[in-house]
């Protein structure tokens, strides 16, 4: 497609259960992250792809998120057992190689209520 | 560490004129870029500018110009000539090569700029 899609843009889940966030990156674009956007915070780093590299988890708060990247396309970020503090903007973003152009989703708004 | 210090939580501008928003980084590595994006209300990140660490000049990108100071590690944006549609959320954002081998953008708080008509 013509940018990255996430989907859904909002997702509203009870506490503990469990969500799947999808981001479609562009076309060709090799490199993935996901990010976090906390109410009035800026980003923070969750996850990177590259390729068929292992991707870096270096970022992920807790074992209760994980990631996976099917095909070197679609990225899904799922969250076991979501507490109140996991509501945020989920943020993915694609680029042709690392380190430059990265293009961001317009982002899945998560509230656990 | 990487880090991104944005010093200005809101800005306010009036229409028309210029700002600068500020932005220090620290790194040790000498290999980096620094980005400018744009975070209107509606949540999208749209990218604005970009700075090499290698980069000589200034960048530039129609009304956004980057003063990127080398030694003093800042890297200070530049509006010119506002519009209101220039109120948003300004990130300014890092890129480097992480210990764990992949590129990593890390980012400021941000700036809230609000244009006055």
């Known amino acids: 497609g013509a940018g990255v899609s996430q989907s859904p843009s909002n997702k509203v889940t009870e506490k503990g259960k469990d969500v799947e966030l999808r981001c479609d990156p562009i076309?060709?674009?090799?490199?993935l992250y996901w990010y976090r956007q906390s109410l009035g915070q800026g980003l923070e780093f969750l996850i990177y792809?590259?390729?068929?590299?292992?991707?870096?988890k270096s970022g992920l708060p807790s074992d209760r998120f994980s990631a996976e990247r099917t095909g070197g396309s679609v990225s899904t970020l799922t969250i076991q057992r979501t507490q109140q503090e996991d509501s945020a903007v989920y943020l993915c973003?694609?680029?042709?190689?690392?380190?430059?152009?990265?293009?961001f989703g317009s982002g899945t708004r998560l509230t656990v209520v | 560490a990487q880090k991104i210090t944005q010093t200005q939580p809101g800005m306010f501008v009036q229409e028309k004129e210029a700002v600068t928003l500020d932005c220090t980084y620290d790194t040790s590595d000498p290999s980096y870029g620094l980005f400018w994006y744009k975070q209107p209300s509606s949540g999208e990140m749209i990218f604005l500018i970009y700075?090499?660490?290698?980069?000589?000049q200034n960048a530039t990108e129609g009304r956004y110009s980057l003063n990127f100071q080398k030694a003093r590690k800042s890297a200070n944006l530049v509006i010119s000539a506002s519009q209101l549609g220039d109120s948003a959320m300004y990130f300014c954002a890092m890129s480097f090569f992480s210990g764990a081998g992949s590129y990593q953008l890390t980012f400021g708080k941000g700036t809230k700029l609000s244009v006055i008509p």
């Open positions: 792809f590259q390729g068929n590299s292992a991707p870096d």
């Open positions: 700075q090499g660490s290698y980069d000589q």
């Open positions: 973003a694609s680029s042709a190689r690392g380190g430059y152009g990265y293009t």
């Open positions: 076309s060709g674009h090799t490199a």
